[in-house]
């Protein structure tokens, strides 16, 4: 079901009454979430569902009397229902931020720190509780708690989280029964209070979602199955076509780390034939990165500079983000903030802008744990038996008895799988520990205060240092015509492969041998070309960095951003726009001709050779109309099974395909490239007969599809975005959209652009931004998903930086005045 903004409202009785039988049917035939609404309550006029619809000339304007409040405050919403807070001191304006985020937020803000705490069982029974354990088993809740520790320990981030949380407290004690999210009557709970572990839940669970590639376990089966060497050959640590963030012809800094791998590392680690039996019950999207740059006033048309930034993240509704403008007398910051936490998270102030992309880095290990004897009490270490610490899971089930899960504790961290857990495995008689350094004290909460107090170069280069987990390029740019990037994070010093596979765990050899220093993390500042750019690629050239930088690092949008970059100049916002909305695949730019050399025309069917010349006149470009984008699609993918599948189903592994960066550098740079032999066959297979079966399967995909009415790109890929607890009724699918996943419009079916902001550092500044979604998280609310189209379109809303003498504003359509009870 899809409500534009106009319709919704009218239709919401209807629309609510359908949705509750779709999900009661849901329920009864074998739901999602294994249990349905007290239906008494769920259907009261007075309290259930009716009550979530909200008219769309609702007026948000009121006088509120709240406890805590210091100072009198305003909060204007605009014709887009973002809240432009003033209040007259740090603690209000968290306050207040906390309290307009509870208010249309409070379901999604909750539901997310269940999901970091693994306490998803409370809501929907046993169902989850693998979930459960696996999240409390990585110390979702230990890392959390630490964090609070030092959250608390600095008066300025206890300060700001405690006024954040006093806000969404007043908004939830007195929220009436009637005004619960719809979500709450669905599931049957209510809201708990709000809490500073609740804000330190919410992001460690990002630190999760952003923690790059998290392939050990999967490593070491391919390893000891295939051997180290092809192992090396289809996952190796470097590519080609390599552009990375700090460009290869920067000078290397003198390490002051100098990290050596264990002595018999070579026979006991890279060459074992160990096998695991493990396998995650969930892992983040391998493709959470984003896209940033800011381009100096050399290069730009005001002379101004000019930062963007889109970060590419899951899609769901509510929206991960809510944008909101918050100002005191100490800063004015506007941009995207997460509810669940304090602060601007991606925007701008009145001196600066300032965004971010994924590091990629690989800071998740794990190691095997000896202990003496099944009751874990004593593991051995260091030539030593050495006590274990536990930790008391107690994981409530709903409608079921309480289940406690006892966790091992070791020097590495909590043992997360063991023979009683396994993941989605049904057998494991080992153990295995992780090293997160998400578990380690940080106060992440600091770099989002110190950036939108920002002034200056000085501020950010401070600011930053509070970034430990997770590794992130945080991008810059200054009124004063300053830019600058940094390849910033607490990131462990490693040598070649460490953390890769599983490591041994019985002594201190293989554990990290230190943290590298702040001051080695790669940065530029002003650079002669006129611009920082960052798209997850490598951060530095592997083969000259001293340490082991891990990971999955994809380059293809690098690749582009840097060639259109390198090229531009008098650059405006609209070229930025253009830029940010590119649907140019790269990856088929440089693999299309290799196609069409090697694909053997002679033989194909009429109806094969009518999607040959579809993909030989294809621009390139995934738009949404085209046909040649799926064909290209369809074909890399045929190809990639034909070449790996063999020597995956070897290691009893199939689909888990290496880089697509290994496969086209691999037949660029041979048209014998080993792998393109089936090993099942006696004939060793060339190039040549190889892209000729991948197209004539796709070929006959391709008629399957097109009779069907699904060839064309976005009803080949149908992007979805999904509501967060997968209820198709309060979700957007099918959406008509271009982009692709090597595009710098880098979109999948459930996972693209998640925030897309344009920042003109001029006098007045000029910034342009939209999310896909709405700012309600209701439902039946128009703001709820009214930003979709336009975002499908590739068009911005102008960020309004409001200045409190502009309440007379025809933009301004509420007033909510809060003063202190």
């Known amino acids: 079901m899809i409500f534009n903004a106009e319709t919704r409202s ?26 349905a609404p007290a239906l008494g309550e769920f259907l009261s006029p007075q309290h259930g569902f009716w009550q979530n619809a909200e008219p769309v000339d609702r007026d948000f304007g009121q006088d509120l009397q709240l406890p805590g409040l210091k100072d009198p405050a305003e909060i204007y919403l605009d014709d887009r229902l973002v809240p432009h807070i003033f209040a007259g001191n740090d603690d209000d304006v968290y306050y207040l931020q906390g309290y307009m985020h509870a208010k249309f937020r409070l379901w999604q803000m909750e539901f997310q720190t269940y999901a970091a705490a693994g306490r998803i069982s409370e809501l929907i029974g046993p169902k989850a509780i693998n979930y459960d354990r696996e999240k409390r088993r990585l110390g979702m809740g230990y890392a959390a708690e630490k964090a609070v520790v030092e959250m608390e320990k600095d008066p300025v981030s206890k300060a700001e989280a405690d006024a954040y949380t006093a806000g969404v407290n007043a908004y939830i004690t007195n929220l009436k029964e009637s005004e619960l999210p719809i979500e709450y009557k669905l599931l049957g709970y209510r809201p708990e209070l709000w809490s500073n572990l609740k804000t330190a839940l919410f992001l460690k669970f990002m630190s999760l979602d952003l923690a790059g590639s998290e392939n050990d376990f999967e490593f070491t089966n391919l390893r000891s199955i295939l051997g180290y060497t092809t192992f090396n050959k289809m996952f190796p640590v470097s590519q080609d076509s390599l552009d990375p963030i700090v460009p290869v012809d920067t000078v290397t800094r003198v390490p002051r780390i100098k990290v050596k791998a264990p002595a ?50 899951g899609l769901h509704l509510p929206s991960l983000w809510y944008e909101m403008q918050i100002s005191c007398p100490s800063f004015n910051a506007y941009g995207a903030t997460f509810p669940g936490a ?19 880095r690989d800071v998740r290990d794990y190691y095997e744990i000896t202990f003496r004897d099944d ?116 990131f462990p010093a490693k040598w070649k492969r460490q953390g890769d596979f599983v490591m041994p765990g019985t002594d201190s050899s293989y554990q990290w041998q230190g943290m590298i220093p702040q001051s080695e993390n790669p940065f530029m500042y002003n650079p002669e070309r006129g611009f920082v750019s960052s798209a997850n690629q490598y951060p530095v050239n592997p083969a000259t960095s001293p340490y082991y930088l891990g990971g999955e690092y994809p380059n293809y949008r690098g690749l582009m951003i840097n060639r259109y970059l390198g090229q531009m100049n008098e650059i405006g916002i609209e070229d930025m726009m253009k830029m940010q909305t590119d649907t140019y695949n790269p990856l088929a730019g440089m693999a299309k001709p290799v196609f069409l050399k090697n694909i053997d025309t002679t033989d194909l069917t009429a109806n094969e050779s009518k999607y040959y010349e579809m993909l030989k006149d294809w621009d390139q470009r995934c738009e949404a109309e085209s046909k040649g984008a799926s064909i290209f699609k369809i074909t890399w993918d045929s190809l990639k099974a034909i070449v790996w599948d063999d020597d995956l189903a070897k290691a009893g592994m199939p689909g888990f395909y290496p880089y697509n960066s290994t496969l086209l550098e691999g037949i660029l740079r041979d048209s014998t490239y080993e792998f393109l032999d089936d090993i099942r066959t006696p004939e060793k297979e ?46 957007r699918l099918d959406i008509d959209n271009g982009g692709g996943e090597f595009s710098i419009n880098a979109m999948k079916i459930d996972h693209g652009p998640s925030w897309r902001m344009i920042v003109q550092l001029t006098k007045n500044t000029e910034a342009y931004g939209i999310y896909p979604g709405g700012q309600s998280g209701n439902p039946g609310s128009p703001y709820y998903d009214n930003f979709i189209d336009n975002w499908v379109n590739g068009k911005y809303y102008p960020l309004w930086m409001m200045a409190k003498e502009e309440e007379t504003d025809k933009r301004v359509k509420a007033i909510i005045r809060i003063t202190k009870l």
């Open 342 to 360: 304090p602060g601007v998270v991606i925007g701008f102030n009145d001196s600066c802008a300032f965004g971010f992309t994924n590091a990629m």
């Open 375 to 490: 009751s874990r009490k004593e593991y051995w270490y260091n030539k030593q038996w050495v006590a274990t610490d536990f930790r008391y899971e107690h994981i409530i089930q709903k409608d079921t008895s309480e289940y406690i899960d006892t966790v091992a504790y070791t020097v590495f961290g909590p043992v997360m799988y063991d023979k009683s857990f396994s993941g989605n495995r049904k057998t494991n008689d080992k153990y295995y520990a992780v090293r997160w350094k998400a578990h380690d004290p940080g106060n992440e909460l600091m770099i989002f205060n110190g950036l939108d107090h920002a002034k200056n170069y000085t501020d950010y280069q401070e600011a930053v240092k509070w970034l430990h987990t997770p590794g992130q390029n945080a991008i810059f740019a200054c009124k004063n015509g300053d830019i600058a990037i940094c390849d910033q994070g607490e």
């Open 10 to 35: 009218m239709k919401f009785v209807p629309f609510l009454i359908s949705s509750a039988v779709t999900i009661l049917l849901i329920v009864v035939f074998n739901t999602r979430w294994g249990l």
């Open 686 to 731: 060339s190039l040549k007969q190889d892209l000729t079966l991948a197209f004539r399967r796709a070929a006959g995909t391709c008629k399957n599809l097109d009779r069907e009415g699904k060839l064309t790109w976005s009803k080949f890929r149908a992007t979805r975005i999904e509501h967060l607890a997968n209820l198709d009724p309060f979700s």
């Open 264 to 313: 018999g590392s070579d026979s006991a680690y890279l060459h074992s034939t160990d096998t695991v039996s493990v396998h995650a019950v969930s892992k983040p999207d391998k493709d959470n990165g984003s896209n940033n740059w800011a381009v100096s006033g050399i290069k730009t048309k005001s002379g101004s500079p000019i930062l963007c930034n889109d970060p590419h993240l």
